[in-house]
């Protein structure tokens, strides 16, 4: 069964940073742009990060840009999330999601992750991610 495995959610200490990984079973990572999305308890999920099949573009919540990034090697078949200066906010359920039709280069953000949230081909199970002291 093809899937999307995510890992690399902990427990960190505001100010700390952590290292997200979404990995593909079954199929190559290559041909699909990559979503990461979160969703905090009793909240709507909400998108953070995307970037194109070729890793050329990427988009940015406002809420995690300058400390969030987002990267793909191709060649391990596998996506990054790096996370620094996190808050007790980013605390949430972290998912990836792989999707062949992606977003357009001209889009905004929020257009970009909507798109790529509704033509998702495959979602992960999520990994947690607790920020505190």
């Known amino acids: 069964q093809l899937q999307l495995v995510e890992s690399g959610g902990d427990l960190v200490q505001p100010g700390g940073s952590l290292r997200l990984s979404c990995a593909a079973s079954?199929?190559?990572?290559?041909?699909?742009?990559i979503g990461w999305f979160r969703q905090a308890p009793g909240k709507e999920r909400e998108g953070v990060a995307c970037?194109?099949?070729?890793?050329?573009?990427?988009k940015y919540a406002d809420s995690v840009k300058g400390r969030f990034t987002i990267s793909r090697d191709n060649a391990k078949n596998a996506v990054y999330l790096e996370m620094n200066s996190l808050r007790p906010e980013d605390t949430a359920v972290y998912y990836c999601a792989a999707s062949q039709l992606g977003f357009g280069e001209s889009m905004t953000s929020v257009q970009a992750l909507y798109l790529m949230a509704r033509a998702a081909d495959y979602w992960g199970q999520g990994t947690q991610v607790t920020v505190s002291s």
């Open positions: 970037i194109k099949h070729k890793g050329n573009i990427t």
């Open positions: 079954e199929f190559i990572l290559n041909s699909y742009s």
